[in-house]
């Protein structure tokens, strides 16, 4: 068990949708992360807050879109949902917010999204 | 654009033999290059983190190399075990760019 929290663990809906995923981090981590991972793309960073603001971007589409709150759990929003959004999505935690890929990243059990 | 490899989709390999993994990259060297192992439905786990002025590091039965000449990486488990059987990732990250890729893992079977 990493210490990070996701819920719901399953999310099925339709297209057109939207949807909101949830993360607790580990205690005393102040780095949020969010990842997209799927068979045909492999697992891809999406977006990283440190301490309530935006740390860094990755591959998020528009339709994405993500905060971090004062007790430091973040929220991941997903609207105009399309079938190639099906994906697990994993949230991650660090202690510091420094450059990403220098943090140890403690993953959460993942989110399964399954747009039909 | 960046682009990494892992050396085969799986590897399968006699307990007790030496598993190693290769993470092959192109263009820029990462600051900092990742191991993580995951697990079916499972969210990755961190395994080791070696930095671009590190030649080799270790932890346990885990040893990493990273040769920025090559562009590569090498992943070894000693006297492996079934337990070791899982998917293993690379990640290379460049923190100036704030950027993190994973390779697209490379699939381990450990037969007792």
């Known amino acids: 068990d990493s210490g990070v929290t996701q819920t719901p663990k399953h999310l099925i809906t339709a297209t057109g949708q939207r949807v909101t995923l949830r993360c607790s981090p580990r205690?005393?981590?102040?780095?949020v992360y969010w990842y997209q991972q799927s068979l045909d793309q492999g697992l891809q960073f999406l977006i990283q807050?440190?301490?309530?603001?935006?740390?860094a971007k990755g591959n998020i589409l528009e339709r994405f879109s993500a905060q971090q709150f004062p007790d430091l759990h973040s929220e991941l929003n997903l609207s105009s949902l399309e079938l190639g959004d099906s994906a697990l999505y994993f949230c991650?935690?660090?202690?510091?917010?420094?450059?990403?890929?220098?943090?140890?990243?403690?993953f959460g059990p993942g989110t399964r999204l399954t747009v039909l | 654009s960046q682009k990494i490899e892992q050396n085969s989709e799986a590897l399968n390999i006699q307990e007790g033999k030496t598993a190693t993994l290769t993470c092959n990259y192109t263009?820029?060297?990462?600051?900092?290059l990742q191991w993580y192992r995951q697990d079916p439905g499972r969210g990755p786990v961190f395994l080791l983190l070696?930095?671009?002025?590190?030649k080799e590091k270790r932890k346990e039965r885990l040893k990493v190399t990273f040769d920025t000449t090559l562009k590569q990486s090498l992943f070894h488990i000693t006297a492996s075990q079934p337990a070791d059987s899982a998917t293993y990732l690379c990640a290379l990250g460049y923190s100036s760019a704030s950027k993190i890729i994973f390779g697209s893992g490379t699939r381990l079977s450990i037969r007792p």
């Open positions: 263009n820029y060297s990462p600051a900092y």
């Open positions: 070696i930095r671009e002025n590190e």
């Open positions: 991650a935690s660090s202690v510091e917010g420094g450059g990403i890929g220098t943090d140890t990243q403690y």
């Open positions: 205690s005393g981590d102040l780095s």
């Open positions: 807050y440190y301490n309530g603001e935006e740390r």
